[in-house]
């Protein structure tokens, strides 16, 4: 089964800029499906919301929440994803997650992402 590991989260003003990463380990067959990536968030007392989603061919997509302002790029050979977040907003705080697509896999433990006004 892939592995996934976030990291790069932390606290910053509002305005700020915080860049994710994720990679991914696992069997090779495994990691060899691996079609596209997602990045997902949860607030505290919300669900887990998607906020990005990008195909290893280079279409994404975003939730309205961040479009503008979140950049999903990926790392094929490296099995890693990244997510730029630039003028970030207090309602951004949340735990975020990666996953890989279409299979998807078990979350990680995510990495928090603390936004003060």
């Known amino acids: 089964q892939v592995r996934l590991v976030e990291s790069g989260g932390g606290l910053v003003q509002a305005g700020g800029s915080l860049r994710l990463s994720c990679s991914a380990s696992?069997?090779?067959?495994?990691?060899?499906?691996?079609?596209?990536w997602t990045w997902s968030r949860q607030a505290p007392g919300a669900r887990r919301e998607q906020v990005a989603f990008?195909?290893?061919?280079?279409?994404?997509q975003y939730a309205d929440a961040v479009k503008g302002r979140f950049t999903i790029s990926g790392h094929r050979a490296k099995n890693t994803v990244d997510l730029q977040m630039d003028n970030l907003k207090p309602e951004d705080t949340a735990v975020y997650y990666c996953?890989?697509?279409?299979?998807?896999?078990?979350w990680g433990q995510g990495t928090q992402v603390i936004v003060s006004s």
């Open positions: 696992g069997p090779d067959e495994s990691l060899l499906t691996i079609a596209g």
């Open positions: 990008m195909t290893t061919d280079g279409s994404t």
């Open positions: 996953n890989i697509w279409p299979s998807g896999t078990s």
